[in-house]
């Protein structure tokens, strides 16, 4: 006779364990002490096994009985039950383990290690701001397991990040979130899909604006002579002022190294890891830039940055093992009255651009390769250092000497000497 929730209650211990029928594999053992334990006694393949279905009271008589019929399902369908049940638990495991953050974090340690080559690897300063936009996520996100995360959950993120107003934020979040999802999908399985995938049709269009420069001479001339008689750190000075003189990429030179540089050939040699084309750059060095870099040697040549951050006390000499952060540049053109809609520590490439095409002395092969950019074709890409290297030497020492006479008042600046 199947069993009775009074007779489950009202069951008393013994001197040894005693088995209580309720039909059909179920059965409850009632032991000494007057634990009650449900189990499964069933065959499969061949083999007598006993499943344990929990304890009473906090599985009842009828929840038993819906396990029991759970476990007769899977063995019908040709499942152990007992072994799908510790499968269960190692997935679990697995999956509570597998958190975002923690695969955040592998994603994150994969591209700066790609294929364990420093050619492509991820830029520190891509590290750094992909590891920023994922900071807006962890809090909301970040402890859960990646594989119970929806899509709704997702959405939800980035729309706090939007109604912040910084809608680029939400659309870069969303595709390194993407990164994220497709690298826990290639390795191991612990997503089924990616889920910020198509999410950016969600958000708010951004649109795209181009990073404030100065383009006219007078105006240039006017920020060179605030950039000389800045007042704050002298590196953070010396970095504008070769930003000036060089526009690289501002990542490209706050993460400068002194090995980077010889003085003597008039070179700067950039790693492939830190440029956007993932391509090593040299960029000839005018003698005004040398002269910037001689002159800041005293002050940081001890050490491997060139421009390393300043201690918490601001003190020169007092330098963190990293270096000056992505707004000192630019909080220091607003200390010297620019504005962001007037110029920004990337405006100084647009500036040179802009200025040097519209000299009419230098090919625009030449720039290009000046300003590091990827060809727009296969020919130019072809191209190498030597191609253009004269040329570039020649244009860096003009471009310097045309800001010497900016910076002086003289607006027509200096002519080009030809080559020959």
């Known amino acids: 006779m199947p069993l009775t929730d009074t007779e489950v209650r009202n069951a008393k211990p013994g001197a040894k364990p005693r088995k209580i029928a309720d039909g059909d594999w179920l059965f409850l053992v009632v032991s000494p002490n007057g634990s009650k334990l449900w189990r499964m006694g069933y065959r499969f393949a061949g083999k007598e096994s006993v499943m344990s279905l929990g304890?009473?009271?906090?599985?009842?008589?009828?929840?038993?009985?819906?396990?029991?019929?759970?476990?007769?399902?899977?063995?019908?369908?040709?499942?152990?039950?007992?072994?799908?049940?510790?499968?269960?638990?190692?997935?679990?495991?697995?999956?509570?383990?597998?958190?975002?953050?923690?695969?955040?974090?592998?994603?994150?340690?994969?591209?700066?290690?790609?294929?364990?080559?420093?050619?492509?690897?991820?830029?520190?300063?891509?590290?750094?701001?992909?590891?920023?936009?994922?900071?807006?996520?962890?809090?909301?996100?970040?402890?859960?397991?990646?594989?119970?995360?929806?899509?709704?959950?997702?959405?939800?993120?980035?729309?706090?990040?939007?109604?912040?107003?910084?809608?680029?934020?939400?659309?870069?979040?969303?595709?390194?979130?993407?990164?994220?999802?497709r690298h826990a999908m290639e390795n191991g399985a612990r997503a089924s899909a990616d889920h910020a995938f198509g999410l950016g049709k969600k958000l708010k269009a951004h649109r795209s604006e181009?990073?404030?420069?100065?383009?006219?001479?007078?105006?240039?001339?006017?920020l060179l002579r605030a950039i000389d008689g800045f007042d704050g750190q002298p590196t953070t000075r010396a970095a504008l002022q070769l930003m000036a003189l060089l526009f690289p990429r501002p990542g490209e030179l706050r993460f400068a190294e002194w090995k980077e540089f010889d003085l003597e050939a008039a070179t700067w040699s950039i790693p492939a890891a830190r440029t956007k084309t993932r391509k090593p750059h040299v960029a000839p060095l005018p003698l005004q830039a040398v002269a910037v870099l001689e002159g800041l040697r005293p002050l940081t040549g001890r050490g491997a940055l060139v421009f390393p951050g300043y201690g918490k006390g601001g003190n020169a000499g007092d330098f963190k093992p990293?270096?000056?952060?992505?707004?000192?540049?630019?909080?220091?053109?607003?200390?010297?009255?620019?504005?962001?809609?007037?110029?920004?520590?990337?405006?100084?490439?647009?500036?040179?651009?802009s200025l040097l095409n519209e000299s009419g002395q230098f090919s625009a092969d030449a720039i290009e390769r000046a300003l590091a950019h990827q060809g727009d074709d296969d020919v130019r890409r072809a191209y190498n250092r030597g191609a253009f290297w004269e040329e570039r030497v020649r244009m860096a020492q003009w471009w310097a000497d045309h800001l010497d006479a900016l910076r002086a008042g003289r607006l027509q600046g200096v002519a080009i000497l030809k080559a020959g």
């Open 55 to 181: 304890s009473y009271p906090t599985v009842s008589l009828a929840e038993a009985r819906r396990k029991r019929d759970d476990a007769k399902a899977l063995i019908a369908s040709g499942q152990n039950p007992n072994q799908k049940k510790r499968l269960d638990k190692i997935k679990l495991a697995t999956s509570a383990a597998d958190t975002f953050a923690v695969v955040a974090e592998e994603m994150l340690a994969e591209k700066a290690h790609a294929g364990g080559k420093e050619s492509t690897g991820a830029a520190p300063a891509t590290l750094a701001k992909n590891r920023w936009l994922l900071s807006l996520a962890l809090p909301t996100i970040g402890h859960r397991p990646i594989a119970d995360l929806t899509r709704q959950e997702i959405l939800d993120v980035l729309r706090k990040v939007e109604a912040s107003e910084r809608l680029h934020s939400a659309h870069r979040l969303r595709s390194v979130i993407g990164e994220v999802f």
């Open 322 to 353: 990293r270096p000056i952060s992505e707004n000192t540049m630019n909080a220091a053109l607003r200390r010297l009255g620019f504005t962001k809609e007037e110029m920004t520590s990337h405006g100084f490439r647009a500036t040179a651009s």
């Open 210 to 222: 181009h990073r404030a420069a100065i383009t006219d001479d007078k105006a240039l001339g006017g």
